[in-house]
């Protein structure tokens, strides 16, 4: 089943029996997007739950002046949505695909419905919000207390993911709208991480971490 490969990506259905993943799937649907498009629009309404199955995501708001503030990007397995599940609230945000995207969308009242006959499943999502709350914490203590090196020496090593070598998922502009700093800074910044020797870049977005413990004594 199609959606089921999908419901298997997020962390709070992975312990979900079989048949409780394929309840999941028979309501859910694909949405493809290309590079660019919008997932939601700030101000509109769903109330569906929103998955990413490939490709990225990324969430953002707009001052009255016009500038982009990213809240966070969706990778596979991170979903969006939770909130108008229960509140008759509109998105607080737009969603735009950063590449060409799969969204698995599970139809909101009946995914209600089936959170009340599996009460385990309404806890993990409770779970999951919860710590979707946590990060979102931890993201806003590091604005307020981390100098710009660090806070790009954190997000570097959280892209790499443990590899030596990755690439941004998304342009220098968002990243620097998502480290709240701006692309000018950002790519000073980055030179002098390349030349002294912590970190190397290729074209835009190929970035090679080359002294992983530099970069760690930076945050």
């Given amino acids: ?28 649907k694909s949405k493809y997007l290309n590079k660019g ?11 569906d739950l929103m998955i990413v199955h490939e490709g990225v995501v990324k969430l953002s708001r707009y001052s009255k002046d016009g500038k982009e503030q990213i809240i966070r990007t969706l990778k596979p397995g991170s979903f ?12 607080q945000s737009f969603g735009a695909a950063l590449m060409n995207c799969e969204i698995c969308v599970i139809e909101g009242d009946a995914f209600k419905t089936l959170l009340l006959k599996h009460p385990d499943m309404a806890i993990k999502l409770l779970e999951a919000v919860s710590l979707r709350l946590y990060e979102t914490e931890d993201s ?54 390349q030349n002294d020797g912590i970190i190397k870049m290729e074209g835009q977005r190929k970035i090679e971490i080359l002294n992983k413990i530099e970069l760690e004594l930076l945050i």
């Fill in 140 to 193: 806003l203590e590091n604005l307020g207390t981390l100098d710009i090196e660090s806070r790009i020496a954190k997000k570097l090593l959280e892209l790499a993911d443990g590899k030596s070598k990755f690439v941004l998922p998304y342009s220098k502009k968002d990243l620097a709208s998502l480290l709240g700093t701006t692309s000018e800074t950002l790519s000073r910044r980055l030179s002098t991480l």
């Fill in 37 to 47: 498009d919008l997932l939601f629009t700030q101000g509109s309404k769903s109330q």
């Fill in 1 to 28: 089943m199609k959606h089921k490969a999908c419901i298997n990506l997020v962390p709070m259905f992975k312990r979900l029996s079989d048949s409780e993943k394929e309840a999941i799937a028979a309501i859910s």
């Fill in 80 to 91: 969006t949505g939770e909130l108008s599940l229960f509140l008759d609230e509109t998105h």
